[in-house]
């Protein structure tokens, strides 16, 4: 594989950044106060939000991330990864761009798996904005980690669905634009263990649906959007709110993370390149006992593990995205989920040496580095713990090695 873009992803790199330069940095500050001046956190969005759509959506810098042309830009996965990053520089950008998690994760299952009812009535406002969504998967009761532990029941009665299950870190959830959840739950537990699960649309708004609190990551409760824990009480929805079919969830999940996980490693790229230029700008300007911080050899050495670092998480994901792109998800599964190890942990080493390199500051919310670090942490549990993943691929690499040996005999 070529690592050379071509001229239209270069050409919107270039606008992307102009726009990031011009439209985001300034106003990230202007976003924070305009939430801190809300009586309630969770009762608005920030009017900044808004503009910002508006203005990125007249310059076509819209639903990057979907590649069928009918709803998005048409951009492969390695074409789309770049532009990810630079998104992930910024806390507000994906939003702006209409290219934010879950949002982006629910509209491709709209588009692949959704009927033109659900893509009529759910996924066009969605891709133009209108409304947000809600991933509602993991439980508190059992290891989510395994799918297949879910125990939220979905049961057939007529012409409806009834639902009924707790469930938690639904990010999304608090958002006052949140419209719809999308819903896993056992149809048929005593069914083969990978055709139990289904997935089914659920309005926000429906009867026994309730939020039942709000949960912050190492305190930031990333309002207005949040995480919730939310319980399903004996809620009803029509039968044609099932999306694909009976038995389908698991399948479904396991399509919509592979492009989800290019998405959080890219914009965590993203984030890594952020902290390494705040950590060079803070280490060229501020001294100690008499030097720079950048003329003490612990700094320099940070500085050049972090560009190491990022480099190689770089090409490992792009390489990833590749392969999804040529041979499929199912070909390229270990490199996806050895980006999903590498990434978080790769952006968690180098915000964290950010952080130690402004001290006191670091762990402040006058600078991005603090919740950058919470975010990153938490994105190696979220989709998956580092331990399922490194699992999958030391298996695959087993799988290899028996393969081989067993072909020399």
């Known amino acids: 594989m070529e690592f050379i873009f071509s001229e239209k992803v270069k050409e919107m790199q270039e606008r992307l950044t102009r726009f990031m330069d011009e439209r985001i940095y300034p106003n990230e500050e202007v976003y924070r106060q305009q939430l801190a001046a809300q009586p309630d956190r969770w009762s608005s969005v920030p009017p900044i939000i808004e503009e910002l759509k508006k203005e990125a959506k007249a310059q076509g810098l819209w639903n990057l ?16 990864a770049p532009l990810c990053e630079i998104m992930g520089r910024s806390p507000i950008a994906p939003e702006v761009f209409n290219c934010n998690a879950p949002d982006t994760g629910n509209m491709e299952v709209l588009a692949k798996y ?34 297949t532990n879910i125990r939220s029941s979905i ?16 990010s999304g959830a608090g958002d006052p634009r949140c419209g719809v959840f999308i819903f896993m739950g056992k149809s048929d537990p005593d069914g083969p263990r990978h055709e139990q699960q289904s997935m089914i649309l659920v309005p926000a708004d429906a009867e026994g649906v309730t939020v039942e609190r709000m949960l912050p990551v190492f305190g930031y409760d990333d309002a207005p959007h949040g995480h919730a824990e939310i319980s399903f009480n004996d809620v009803r929805v029509p039968a044609e709110n099932m999306i694909w079919g009976e038995g389908k969830g698991f ?30 700008r803070r280490a060229g300007e501020r ?65 964290d040496r950010a952080i130690q ?29 580092d331990e399922v993943h490194s699992q999958q691929v030391g298996r695959l690499e ?5 393969e081989k040996e067993g072909s020399a005999k």
């Open 155 to 170: 049961r057939r009665e007529g012409d409806e669905y009834r639902l009924n299950g707790r469930k938690w870190w639904t």
């Open 251 to 280: 399948a479904i999940a396991q399509g919509r993370l592979g492009p989800g996980r290019i998405h959080h490693c890219m914009r965590l790229i993203g984030a890594a390149e952020r902290a390494l230029e705040l950590m060079c």
């Open 398 to 402: 087993m799988k290899k090695y028996r």
């Open 65 to 80: 991330f979907l590649p069928d042309e009918r709803y998005g830009a048409g951009l492969t996965n390695f074409e789309y």
């Open 114 to 147: 959704g009927s033109e009812e659900q893509k009529k009535k759910w996924l066009i406002p969605l891709l133009e904005g209108e409304i947000r969504s809600a991933f509602a998967m993991t439980e508190p009761d059992v290891a989510s980690s395994d799918a």
């Open 287 to 351: 001294e100690t006992f008499g030097r720079k911080l950048a003329d003490h050899g612990i700094i320099l050495q940070w500085i050049a593990e972090s560009r190491m670092e990022i480099e190689q998480a770089r090409l490992l994901t792009l390489k990833a995205a590749h392969m999804m792109d040529t041979v499929g998800n199912k070909e390229a599964k270990a490199e996806i989920a050895m980006i999903k190890v590498v990434a978080p942990n790769m952006a968690a080493k180098v915000i």
């Open 357 to 385: 390199t402004f001290g006191g500051a670091g762990v402040s919310e006058d600078f991005p580095l603090a919740s950058m670090y919470a975010g990153a942490r938490s994105l190696r549990i979220a989709d998956g713990p």
